[in-house]
């Protein structure tokens, strides 16, 4: 007899439905496949550091020309230009040689509690001084400045710990150790893995390729009480940049540029 096709499992725009730990399933509120051509305005804003003024290391963040979508991917690339350009911006005098990308969810999507999830690789690390991430940030500072609205990094990775692809919270009264996932490690992170993280209203649960690697419930300090800081919308952001003048993560000549964040998706459920 001829076999009988078996019904595709249940799913949405983000694909076969994912069961919650505590039963039912996530339902899908944000999903980039990066299969156009260009970056999807509508959903994505790019940094310019001229513009705003927002840094990190030494990177000049900038608007296109290190940003691309292709092959179904979004590609964030970090360059040396071999020369130095005028970085500056209203909060004072910013001279780099060093470019990156980052685009954000920033205006167009925002969430409290869910699952966040990318698809993505870092560059293959054999020198320190470059720096990428999927992080999260309030859509308001609705408790003050940073860190007091908090920050979620899902997945931080320098390529001076290259196996390291480190969760943090950042919130007042956050632990350097206890807020941050040690222990979250890829063999190789320039293949392509998963990197997710689970909020509820207590606790994150931070996920490399589906396995548990960290978990933390917050404690921070007074007046504010947990939930607090994190019981407000966050946007979605990826970065590909450099790292710093000093320190651990040292940029320099020795620096193997350019560098490239891939992913392949981006994903959200409630």
């Known amino acids: 007899m ?11 725009a983000c694909g076969p439905h994912l069961a919650k730990a505590d039963g039912g399933t996530w339902q899908c509120s944000f999903v980039d ?39 179904g991917t979004l590609v964030l690339e970090a360059r040396d230009l071999g020369r130095p ?37 870092f560059p293959t690390a ?17 408790y003050g400045r940073w860190p007091a609205s908090g920050e ?6 320098w390529s001076n710990d290259p196996t390291l692809v480190l969760p943090t919270l950042h919130y007042d009264g956050s632990s350097f150790h206890a807020d941050s996932g040690w222990s979250c490690r ?12 689970e909020w509820y209203p207590t606790t994150m649960r931070f996920f490399i390729d589906g396995t548990l690697c960290h978990s933390r419930k917050w404690a921070p300090e007074p007046p504010l009480v947990a939930p607090q800081p994190f019981d407000h919308p966050f946007s979605m952001i990826l970065n590909m940049g450099v790292g710093t003048a000093t320190g651990t993560n ?4 020795t620096t193997e540029l350019p560098a490239t964040f891939v992913v392949d998706y981006a994903k959200a459920w409630r």
């Open 186 to 197: 890829v063999a190789n992170v320039s293949a392509f893995h998963t990197y997710a993280v």
């Open 33 to 71: 496949d990066f299969d156009g051509t260009t970056l999807d305005t509508s959903k994505w804003i790019t940094q310019n550091t001229v513009r705003t003024g927002f840094r990190n290391g030494l990177t000049c963040y900038r608007d296109a020309t290190n940003v691309a979508v292709d092959a």
């Open 2 to 12: 001829p076999e009988t096709a078996r019904p595709a499992p249940p799913g949405d």
């Open 126 to 142: 054999r020198t320190p001084g470059v720096h990428g991430a999927f992080w999260m940030y309030p859509a308001k500072p609705t």
């Open 85 to 121: 350009i005028d970085c500056s911006n209203q909060y004072g005098r910013f001279v780099t040689p060093y470019t990156g990308a980052l685009v954000s969810t920033r205006g167009s999507f925002s969430q409290t509690y869910g699952r966040f999830e990318v698809r993505a690789r």
């Open 250 to 253: 040292v940029v320099s000549a």
């Open 152 to 157: 979620i990094d899902v997945a931080e990775w």
